[in-house]
């Protein structure tokens, strides 16, 4: 089955910085990844998914990039500020004939400092 | 849209008791929903995929006699975790599927923190 590293576990940034996180993943026939935020307590919420027809998307300061042929995808903030420090997961689907089911990876806590 | 809502969203119950933890999908019907259980500062792990009409799937390890699932209808699921235990305490998070942007996307609920003494 499916397996999802995450790296690094927590991340410090000074606002207005840059953040990236890095996911790989191990089976080939994956086609989705989305990432979440999830801020303590509460539920985790969709911030930007990509699908395996695509290398990059954007939307405002999140960017996500995927290699397919090194199987690893990347989600970026720029300017970070406050709001943003939360637990960001990201997953994968796992391969053709299963129902959408993710795998998450284990977890980014990020802070950022004012 | 894709809103998902679960009740309750806390519960504490004695050591033996059954509990039920309700999903609903307000504004979308889902076939589809499926099960998590998150601990203290870890990630989410998969439980069983909720199937309308049709009989859960289990992931490795989970006891599907311990935890109960209906997918009653298009828009509600239940878990019930049967004679809970102290190590069943944990943060119960259901997710509901919804078709949107050429794909199905995965929407949380806001999750259940389940306590037993």
């Known amino acids: 089955g499916e397996n999802v590293e995450q790296h690094p576990s927590t991340l410090s940034v000074q606002e207005g910085d840059s953040a990236v996180i890095k996911c790989t993943y191990s089976d080939s026939a994956s086609n989705y990844f989305p990432w979440y935020k999830q801020e303590l307590g509460k539920r985790p919420q969709l911030i930007i998914d990509?699908?395996?027809?695509?290398g990059e998307k954007k939307d405002q300061r999140i960017a996500v990039t995927l290699n397919k042929t090194a199987k690893h995808f990347s989600l970026h903030i720029t300017e970070t500020q406050p709001e943003d420090s939360a637990v960001y997961f990201c997953?994968?689907?796992?391969?053709?004939?299963?129902?959408?089911?993710?795998?998450f990876g284990t977890g980014t806590r990020l802070q950022v400092f004012p | 849209g894709a809103v998902v809502s679960q009740h309750p969203s806390w519960v504490i119950c004695k050591s033996g008791t059954s509990v039920k933890i309700e999903c609903r999908s307000l504004?979308?019907?889902?076939?589809?929903m499926f099960w998590y259980r998150q601990f203290p500062k870890q990630s989410l792990m998969l439980m069983a995929t909720s199937n309308e009409g049709s009989k859960a799937t289990y992931e490795q390890g989970v006891e599907k006699d311990k935890f109960l699932i209906n997918h009653a209808s298009l828009t509600l699921s239940t878990l019930t975790v049967t004679s809970a235990h102290p190590e069943d305490s944990s943060f119960y998070i259901c997710s509901a599927l919804r078709l949107a942007g050429g794909g199905e996307t995965q929407y949380f609920g806001p999750g259940t923190r389940l306590l037993v003494l």
């Open positions: 990509i699908r395996s027809n695509v």
């Open positions: 997953a994968a689907s796992e391969g053709i004939g299963n129902t959408d089911k993710l795998i």
């Open positions: 504004d979308f019907q889902a076939t589809t």
